[in-house]
Nanobody
Framework: QLVESGGGPVQPGESLRLSCTAS????????IGWFRQAPGSEREGVACISAHGEGAYYIDSVKGRFTIARHNANKTAFLQMDNMKPEDAGVYFC???????????????????WGQGTQVTVAS
């Protein structure tokens, strides 16, 4: 029901825009989160955006560099990643959490739907 796209190799300082396209669900009822997982590491939340414009949240390491957005009518979410760093590399996943209110990325079990991920590589 969720398909991520837009991953690929970039060099440090470059940008990448990830997309998450939903099917069979109405995005209006869900907060959207972006997560990443580096080899040998646990999956971590990167950013989320609430269902009805209550706001967005970013982990400290991406604040000022990443921007999360959503277009409910097109059933699409985006993660714009600028000034990328090697530590941003990993498989990026989008996910949906049915929620009214402020979104969160600490409790992954609360997310109901997950995509299969898109690989992001950051290297010189």
């Amino acid at each position: 029901q969720l398909v991520e796209s837009g991953g690929g190799p970039v060099q440090p300082g470059e940008s990448l825009r990830l997309s998450c396209t939903a099917s069979l669900v109405t995005l209006d009822y869900y907060a959207i989160g972006w997560f990443r997982q580096a080899p040998g590491s646990e999956r971590e939340g990167v950013a989320c955006i609430s269902a009805h414009g209550e706001g967005a949240y970013y982990i400290d390491s991406v604040k000022g560099r990443f921007t999360i957005a959503r277009h409910n009518a097109n059933k699409t979410a985006f993660l714009q990643m600028d000034n990328m760093k090697p530590e941003d590399a990993g498989v990026y996943f989008c996910a949906l959490e049915m929620l009214v209110g402020v979104c969160q990325t600490d409790d992954l079990s609360r997310y109901d739907y997950w995509g299969q991920g898109t690989q992001v590589t950051v290297a010189s």
